[in-house]
């Protein structure tokens, strides 16, 4: 067993962990785009001059 296939599955770890972290953070980052004005219930537009 050489250094390299030592290395291979922590590198592989490292790998997904980084992959999956990018994903939660781009993922979270695309729902606050535009600063579109949403109902926090039910995640739909609202306008400001709609009223009860």
Known sequence: ??????????LG???GGACVGA???FG???HEK???PTDPLTEL???DDDTI
Request: aromatic share 12%; hydrophobic share 60%; charged share 15%.
């Open 23 to 25: 994903f939660a953070y």
């Open 1 to 10: 067993m050489t250094v390299l296939q030592a290395i291979l599955p922590v």
């Open 34 to 36: 535009d600063g579109l």
């Open 28 to 30: 979270k980052r695309k």
């Open 13 to 15: 770890l490292l790998a």
């Open 45 to 47: 537009f609202v306008n």
